[in-house]
């Protein structure tokens, strides 16, 4: 059998899908994605019916000069780009990226010239060709190995076409293509042809004379309207001709002999459909990578339905089984709400349960069972939605109490470095096989409900086996359902004064805009580096520093180097901080908000390889803390209720202090526990003068020292950072390790275990994975030697929060606090409080941050509040 090679013409697909999926579905950013979703509905559709060896997807990327010459009007009548739709392009690339699709774009050629160029290139290799396309021109390319797939109706009703099927459609040969549109013209590509001659009547006078050439060779055997209108328009239908013939010898790099589908990395597949919610899709495409592995029987039968599956879960129930819980939406769920169905897998069998049945009952399993899920915060959001606008069928005592086995968590716990957390995944990894592919929807449901219930054991086990289980089962477990409460919650903002600061921010941008212009002696697009790259490497003479594929970089490193001799590079450096935030904060927010007019973010536990917490959709983690933009961003922040106000408690130098305790350096103890200012007592120490001679700079030095000794730094990343000789730098670091042994004494000790046993620790047995220190290349070895240093820091630090958080959520449920906790920002707790609690919401809150662990230097807690973030940070 030959290669089978499948060419998309994107453009093509993404604006049928577009206009076939109804417009009501969003990214998590806001974003709409009902063209992604069509698109990705009709490839997964194509997928399953042809099977092709390798995929391609081609884009447009501007109209040939050949066609625009020949006719001026050419796609002239076509609107601009509906943005809803321009939004989603890079979207959809995203995901083929991730798929390992290559996507190939030529400067100035459409999409159709690549696909009669790839087709081309197929057929001498003797490759069969599919092109995925709704452009009729593609019929032209038709042939022995090549064949048109074009969608007849809405996005996955489709027809293949061969020789004879153009031939059986339209009278013609593929060929013959470019002469029939040549008389018959193309409206909607603005292709004028010869008035008066239709589909009937060119397919007609080609079956007689053959081609344009000898239809104007034979004018004489024409009468009449028809003879006149050849005449008058020879001119229009040879260029319209022209115009429709697509080309077949582009010159683009694609090695067709070493494509092959299905061939991507399953974490980034995941990670990419992960982040617009594309779960169903996500499966699918997963399933396609599945074959490989050895399908594993998880005796999911019987499968019981209404009186039968109660009487079924009210056993298991009654018994104290853990339950296996999985939820499955409709394909189609998100545009006509066709249902839900609830898979609740037994020891005796299976129960499925459908609607509001199914929400009743995994309700009842969060108040009264035990049940086991891949992401129990996601299942558990199905009664207790991330928005208090919709009802919730749980309260927050339950999901405190709950009795809920995450899977993901636990295998992430086990390697936070894999970040591929499927039923798949997991059951290749703890029991040697994969499930079955699905047959329907529901089957899915059934099988996922039983993995969830089999892996169970065997996670556990690996846990207790491999000494993870106390970070998991007493620190990650319990914080889910308090996760679930603060998303819930929500976080409140000030509209009208995120407004005021996108238009200040607006005028900011334009006056900087003209700087720069002005700097460059030109206008150009400043988000473009390719123009940038010109402007300061052509125009004003500098000289590039870094060479990418696509040319000379302006990456931010680059610029900052570049502004030390020329102002304009530090203006492209504010531009861009400037456009990024404004885009990211003050222009996404306010679309973000929720039913109920709050932010929910989404804190994930499973996405750091430290064990931090991460923020998402919106990332609230990320707002600069440091820089007076930030600053105005965070007084954006109020809190919910006019009475209350915002309350932020906050570790002092947590990481510092568990280098102290972690290390057992007396040096290092005594200044934490003298009470005094511990960055200008080790400037002290380091540069041998009083602490009461330390100058402001001498204390911000030993300040980076400091950090950067937490963080692994060498001397040639202090030198960088603070704009020094890595001499001096050098000095510094030694003499740190002069003034404080035990830290030298430590570190060393942490990487040789590390190199030994291939992690780090950290106090409460939390690993991380570190494969690079075994790595022969000194870059990645260098790297992974200040991982095993950091991780014992950091990933403790996540640990203390992370139990804090969990005690102090409740502490506010049992003690009957009105005061809320809206956000968790590494070692920061922010709540919304009534004034009359904010002395018993400190003194509660103070007292657990300050005793979530047992150290030898004390755990200090900033708490300080105001009428929104910024004021009480």
């Known amino acids: 059998m030959p290669k089978k090679i499948a060419v998309i013409d994107g453009n093509s697909l993404m604006h049928r899908a577009y206009h076939a999926v109804p417009p009501t579905m969003n990214a998590p950013d806001g974003r709409p994605t009902n063209a992604v979703f069509g698109f990705v509905s009709m490839l997964l559709k194509f997928v399953e019916t042809e099977q092709p060896d390798a995929i391609v997807c081609a884009f447009d990327e501007g109209r040939p000069a050949f066609r625009m010459e020949a006719i001026e009007t050419y796609k002239a009548q076509r609107p601009p780009m509906d943005d809803d739709l321009k939004v989603q392009f890079p979207m959809i690339e995203g995901l083929l990226e991730a798929m390992d699709i290559p996507v190939v774009r030529v400067k100035g050629w459409e999409g159709d010239d690549i696909l009669g160029t790839i087709a081309s290139r197929d057929e001498a290799l003797g490759y069969e060709t599919l092109l995925v396309t709704g452009d009729k021109d593609a019929y032209q390319l038709a042939s022995d190995l090549t064949r048109i797939v074009t969608t007849k109706k809405g996005i996955s009703d489709v027809a293949v076409y061969g020789p004879a099927e153009v031939v059986e ?47 104007y060779a034979n004018l004489d055997k024409f009468r009449g309207k028809q003879l006149e209108n050849l005449r008058d328009n020879e001119d229009a239908a040879f260029a319209s001709r022209k115009v429709a013939t697509i080309v077949r010898d582009l010159d683009f790099p694609l090695d067709l002999e070493a494509a092959s589908f299905p061939s991507f990395d399953e974490a980034k597949v995941s990670e990419a459909f992960g982040a617009l919610r594309f779960n169903a899709h996500l499966k699918k495409v997963l399933a396609l990578a599945g074959g490989g592995r050895s399908e594993i029987d998880l005796n999911w039968e019987p499968v019981a339905r209404g009186a039968e599956a109660l009487g079924l879960f009210e056993e298991a129930l009654e018994a104290g089984e ?41 309700a009842r399993i969060v108040r009264e069972g035990s049940f086991a899920a891949l992401d129990v915060k996601k299942t558990v959001q199905y009664v207790y939605p991330a928005d208090t606008s919709s009802k919730g069928l749980v309260g927050d005592r339950d ?9 993901g968590l636990a295998a992430y716990v086990m390697n936070s ?65 308090v996760l679930a409460i603060v998303e819930r919650t929500g976080a409140k903002i000030d509209v009208g004064r995120l407004k005021q600061l996108g238009e200040g921010t607006q005028k900011d941008l334009d006056e900087l805009s003209a700087q720069i212009f002005r700097s460059a002696g030109e206008e150009f697009n400043i988000d473009s580096p390719k123009q940038l790259g010109h402007i300061l490497f052509d125009v004003i003479g500098l000289t590039p520093t870094k060479k990418t594929q696509r040319g000379y970089s302006t990456n931010a490193a680059v610029l900052k180097e570049l502004a030390k001799v020329h102002e304009l590079p530090d203006l492209i450096i504010r531009y861009r901080e400037l456009a990024k935030i404004k885009s990211t904060y003050i222009d996404a927010l306010p679309r973000m908000r929720g039913g109920d007019g709050r932010l929910h973010t989404s804190f994930n536990q499973t996405v750091t390889t430290t064990g931090r917490l991460s923020s998402s959709d919106p990332n609230l983690q990320n707002i600069p803390v440091r820089t007076e933009f930030g600053r105005h961003i965070r007084e954006c922040f109020i809190p919910l209720e006019p009475s209350h106000k915002f309350l932020s408690a906050d570790y002092s130098q947590i990481e510092l202090r568990l280098l ?24 002290s120490r380091v540069f041998d003068i009083p602490v009461d001679e330390i100058t402001p700079e001498l204390r911000s030095r030993a300040k980076a020292v400091n950090f950067g000794i937490v963080y692994g730094q060498q001397a040639f990343g202090l030198a960088q950072s603070l704009d020094i000789p890595y001499g001096e730098a050098k000095e510094m670091i030694d003499r740190y390790f002069a003034a404080y042994p035990g830290v030298r004494t430590y570190l060393d000790t942490t990487i040789r275990d590390a190199s030994s046993t291939g992690y780090a620790v950290t106090m409460f047995g939390r ?32 640990d203390i929060i992370k139990l804090a958080m969990s005690r102090v959520e409740r502490r506010l449920v049992d003690e009957g606090f009105q005061a809320k906790l809206l956000l968790q920002v590494h070692d920061e707790l922010d709540f919304s409080v009534p004034e009359d ?37």
């Open 169 to 215: 459609r339209y009278g013609i040969e593929p060929s013959q293509v470019p002469d029939y549109l040549g008389l018959k013209g193309d409206p909607s590509d603005n292709i004028p042809g010869v008035p008066g001659i239709g589909e009937k009547t060119a397919s007609k006078i080609l079956q007689q004379y053959g081609s344009l050439e000898e239809v």
């Open 660 to 683: 102290a305790h972690l290390s057992g350096d007396e040096g290092l103890i005594e200044a934490f526990c003298s009470g005094e200012d511990f960055h200008a007592r080790t400037a």
């Open 322 to 362: 853990r339950l296996g819980v999985a939820f499955e939406e409709s394909d189609q769920a998100s545009l006509f709400d066709a249902g839900l169905t609830l898979a609740v897998s037994t020891s005796k069998g299976t129960a499925l349960f459908e609607r509001d049945d199914a929400l009743t009952m995994f």
């Open 767 to 798: 690993k991380r994975h570190i494969p690079e220190l075994t790595s022969g290349n000194q870059v990645q070895r260098g790297f992974g030697e200040r991982t095993a240093m950091n991780h014992p820091m950091q990933g403790s630090a996540a």
């Open 399 to 407: 999901l405190l109490a709950m009795d809920a086995f995450d899977l």
């Open 417 to 481: 470095s894999v970040s591929e957390y499927t039923y798949n995944a997991l059951l290749d990894g703890y029991c040697g096989g994969v499930l079955p592919e699905a047959e329907s929807e529901e089957q899915a449901a059934v099988m996922n409900a039983a993995a969830a219930r089999v892996l169970v054991d065997p996670l556990k086990r690996a846990l207790e086996d491999d000494g993870g289980w106390q970070a998991c089962g007493n620190i990650d477990f319990p914080l889910v359902g």
């Open 837 to 873: 609690e904010i002395e018993a919401l400190s003194d509660m809150v103070r007292e657990i941050m300050e005793g979530a662990a047992d150290l030898r230097v004390p755990l200090d807690v900033d708490i300080s509040y105001g009428d929104n973030w910024a004021e009480a940070h």
